[in-house]
């Protein structure tokens, strides 16, 4: 249906300027002057007298006797809002009419044929006749332009009131191919612009054959496609779990220009039903956004091997604001829903949703105070697994900042000038459904000893609020730097931090009990922490140059280091009253610990201990200056960064040297091979001791280098490689845009957040983010311009404790191979080598079939074992005529549209 409403449509000139002959064309048409002859005529119209301009390079013949007036080559006709250009144009002012049409040279090619612009739109055609007095038109072998296709007819006659009839209609869905064997045909269209388009029977032709796809008749409303409201017919097929079904369909309701809404609805034959609420918004220039909501209701019989039995929801919400010259703007992020959505509303076209178990939201409102150096953000965030149960909500979170002052910036003295404060006000509420019992290590009389979770639902709220963190943070830094020895930098700074809370833990030891009571006292409590530190860095640089006439002309070696020196006093000291020392059992005459009475609070407690800490870093480049063919030189980048890291404490009782951290990174065959190493190396011994058959390996306070074990031991290791290859790299051409194809509106808004699968790490977007067709969907993009194309990464880690060693190593795999201009394969793999098993792998076959497309994805073994085939045809309007066939171990399902 909405296939033929676009095909008729007249009003389309701006889809129209996607064709470069009718741009050229209608550009002529407005700005061209011809050089030829000019002349007018006066005709009457309504009985009114008018003139119209007209134009010809060759010649204008004007026969007095009957008043006929003829205009060769490449002639132009000016009436108003009308443009008429054709090789041949004939002017009759005793009928008040106009014939114009082409002509074919001696190969048989057409020549000059009628271009025809008006308010309803513009027409190529055979030959036109054109009556000024009553504003009709006949039109032959016309050819215009609509969204996505191109309209024919082989005769077209117009009305005054812009309404027409169509005679041998025929839609082609294909913009490039005018001659393309898919289209709709119907004998007989009357088109009434503006309100309705009304059809005989119609056909869809496939090949030049019919098909049983067509009505015997047709009404269709005749309206702006982007205020198109109307019916989503369903989706049908066999689900193994759930049986037969009816899917997406429902009602799609533009409401204006501004947001549409779609609600949509499931049914299953054994018992399964779902709704979901679909929203897009786009108030231009302000924000936009998409909202998706989705309920189901799963059951089945008990007699099923699995029975079904719950209700899911799941919503996702996502705003984007236009924060151009404003001084706020708010942002959204959300994907939330039951944790068993995935588990029982499986999806056979995305896998990656199924076996993703973590998912995150984020709601951002935040701005800047005119006039001032505040700004401020209040926020809400939440965090669910669905794997553990465990959700995390922090709601609201406030913050005020105060950007950087320097108060003497004019001054003279370089320590003034540079001298600068900063100011951070944090606030937050955090809720989480894990009851934690703190770093207890001992028996508490009251309160439990281990984890527990509480089961999030509307009866346990007000559990879930008792054991809410809630609390806020003031930071205030000041500090300068100035030039030390000319090559040296200094930085002194100095903080304050002060955390505030509604309450605070009192500790009491229960002999009895052998156990501690904790209990929380309500009131206003306040603790104030503050740390000094000393800067000093520089750079060193080193040149060794190579004799005149080799290729490398130099290597130089760049050294950052950086040290600083850190105190901050004990906070256990009892003066400041943020530890309690007490007794946690009776062992001999009583073990003592200090406890904090902020332990396990939003923003922790003091800290326990004096430091006094000596930090150094020293970071290293190696770049070296090749001669090129041309006269100058360029610079190559041997090693990014090797860096090395660590501290001292001088206050520290034990183990006063931290663990020593190394980082590398660099790029090899001009940045094509990526690079990146990291270790961390325990400088202290170990000692292993067996007993009894048990073998125990413990850490002591002395250095390894001392004990003849070397440097020390690596506690951790990371080495990965990665490449991005394809046949254009070394032009700008092989970077794609990531911005949605198929221009601005409400039809690119309904893709939802999502994070790229083949990203380590990533998050649940929940559901199926497969959306249904009448959404944008951005993973359907295939670049048919890069021949070839592939991304291999291989990563390896390690790590060791004094229970044993871990190794982890993958390699992977994913591009796009175009077999031929019109066969394109992707592919997605990777293999584990410690589960010696492959990864998920997926492959997709994209086949360009013209007016048609083919798209198939394989999942050729593991959890999510699956096939679909979807052939359809390109053009927007017609997306819902397609075929499609999935098949997976979850369901066997067949459907078409």
Same mark, same amino acid.
Request: proline share 4%; with cysteine.
């Given at each position: ?26 550009? %002529?048409?407005?700005? /061209? ?17 008018? #003139? ?5 390079? /060759? ?117 490039? /191919?005018?001659? %393309? ?72 309701? %533009? ?183 703190? #770093? ?12 527990? #979770? ?131 059992? #009776? ?29 150094? %870093? ?34 520290? /009782? ?61 506690t951790s290791a990371r080495f990965s490689l990665s490449t991005n290859l394809n046949s254009r790299a070394n032009s700008s051409g092989n970077q794609r845009s990531n911005t949605a194809i198929g221009g601005e509106g409400l039809n690119a808004l309904g893709d939802f957040p999502g994070e790229d699968p083949n990203q380590f790490g990533a998050l649940n977007n929940g559901g199926n983010s497969i959306l249904p067709e009448y959404y944008y969907d951005p993973n359907s993009y295939v670049d048919i311009n890069i021949p070839w194309n592939i991304r291999l990464s291989y990563d390896y880690s390690y790590r060791w404790s004094t229970t044993g060693t871990t190794t982890r190593q993958s390699v992977r795999a994913n591009g796009q191979l175009q077999l031929t201009p019109k066969w394109q394969v992707t592919y997605n793999t990777g293999y584990d080598f410690d589960a010696k098993d492959f990864v998920q792998t997926s492959i997709g076959l994209y086949r360009d079939l013209g007016c048609w497309e083919m798209r198939a994805n394989w999942i050729p073994f593991g959890t999510f074992t699956s096939y679909t085939i979807d052939i359809q045809i390109k053009a927007s309007a017609l997306k819902d005529l397609k075929i499609s066939r999935r098949r997976s171990q979850f369901d066997t399902n067949i459907s078409a549209n």
């Open positions: 249906m909405k296939a033929q409403v676009n095909a008729v449509k007249l009003d389309s000139l701006n889809t129209l300027q996607n064709r470069t002959n009718s741009l050229n064309t209608e550009l %002529a048409l407005e700005n /061209d002057t011809l050089p030829g002859i000019q002349d007018s005529a006066k005709v009457v119209v309504n009985g009114i007298e008018t #003139t119209i301009k007209y134009f010809a390079k /060759d010649s204008i013949i004007t026969k007095t006797q009957s008043n006929i007036t003829y205009l060769y080559g490449d002639a132009k006709i000016e009436y108003g809002a009308i443009n008429l250009r054709a090789e041949q144009i004939i002017i009759d002012r005793n009928t008040n009419e106009l014939t114009a049409r082409g002509v074919q040279d001696s190969t048989g090619l057409w020549k000059g044929r009628p271009i025809f612009k008006d308010p309803g739109g513009v027409y190529e055609t055979e030959e036109i006749r054109y009556n000024f007095e009553t504003q009709r038109a006949r039109i032959k072998g016309v050819a215009t332009e609509q969204p996505d296709g191109q309209l024919t007819g082989d005769i077209i006659k117009r009305n005054a009131d812009q309404s027409a009839y169509i005679s041998e209609g025929k839609y082609i869905p294909c913009l490039d /191919d005018p001659n %393309a064997t898919t289209y709709i045909k119907a004998k007989k269209i009357k088109v009434i612009p503006g309100k309705s388009v009304i059809t005989g029977p119609f056909l869809l032709y496939v090949g030049d054959i019919p098909t049983p796809l067509g009505l015997p008749f047709g009404f269709f409303p005749d309206t702006n496609e982007s205020n198109l409201s109307g019916i989503l017919f369903p989706k049908y097929g066999d689900e193994q779990r759930r049986g037969l079904f009816l899917r997406e369909g429902g009602w799609y309701q %533009a409401w204006n220009e501004k947001i549409h809404t779609a609600i949509t609805g499931d049914i299953y034959s054994k018992g399964s039903w779902g709704l979901k609420l679909r929203t897009a918004y786009n108030n231009r220039y302000k924000y936009s956004g998409s909202l998706d909501i989705t309920y189901n209701r799963n059951r089945t019989p008990e007699t099923d091997e699995v029975p079904l039995d719950s209700r899911d929801f799941w919503i996702s919400w996502s705003h984007r604001p236009d924060s151009k010259g404003r001084n706020s703007n708010f942002s959204a992020s959300v994907t939330a829903g039951t944790s068993t959505f995935n588990q029982n509303n499986l999806s056979t076209v995305n896998f990656q949703n199924n076996v993703r178990s973590e998912f995150r939201s984020n709601v951002n409102f935040s701005g800047v105070i005119p006039r001032s150096p505040f700004s401020y953000a209040i926020s809400g965030r939440h965090n669910q697994n669905v794997q553990t149960g465990v959700v995390d909500i922090s709601l609201p979170e406030f913050s005020l900042t105060m950007n950087r002052v320097t108060p003497f910036k004019r001054a003279k003295g370089e320590i003034l000038k540079r001298l600068n404060l900063g100011w951070r006000f944090n606030a937050s509420n955090r809720v989480t459904n894990v009851v934690q019992p703190g #770093t207890a290590g001992f028996n508490i009389a009251n309160k439990a000893v281990t984890t527990d #979770t509480i089961a999030v639902t509307f009866g346990s709220l007000s559990e879930l609020l008792d054991n809410a963190k809630n609390g806020a943070r003031h930071n205030f830094d000041l500090s300068t730097s100035f030039s030390f020895l000319d090559n040296l930098t200094f930085t002194p700074s100095f903080n304050v931090e002060e955390l505030w809370y509604l309450e605070e833990l009192n500790y009491e030891f229960l002999p009895d009990e052998n156990a501690v009571r904790i209990d929380t006292l309500n009131g206003f409590s306040r603790a104030m922490t503050y740390s000094t530190s000393m800067g000093l860095s520089t750079q060193i640089y080193g040149m060794f140059p190579f004799k005149e006439g080799k290729k490398i002309e130099a290597i130089r070696h760049i050294m950052t280091p950086t040290i600083s020196f850190t105190y901050r006093p004990d906070f256990s000291d009892p003066k400041f009253g943020y530890y309690q020392t007490v007794q946690t059992d #009776t062992t001999g005459a009583g073990t003592f610990r200090q406890l904090s009475i902020y332990d396990g609070f939003r923003f922790g407690s003091p800290s326990l201990g004096e430091s006094a800490a000596l930090s150094f %870093a020293v970071s290293n480049k190696l770049e070296m200056k090749v001669r090129s063919d041309t006269a100058k030189s360029r610079k190559v980048t041997i090693l990014d960064n090797l860096s090395f890291t660590g501290g001292y404490n001088f206050l520290a /009782d034990s183990f006063q040297l931290s663990n020593i951290n190394i980082a590398a990174r660099t790029s090899l065959f001009d940045r094509k091979l990526n690079i990146i190493m990291n270790a961390s190396l325990d400088p202290y011994t170990y000692i292993t001791t067996t007993t009894e058959g048990v073998s125990t390996t413990e850490r002591r306070a002395t250095l390894a280098i001392k004990s003849g074990q070397g440097l020390g031991r690596l």
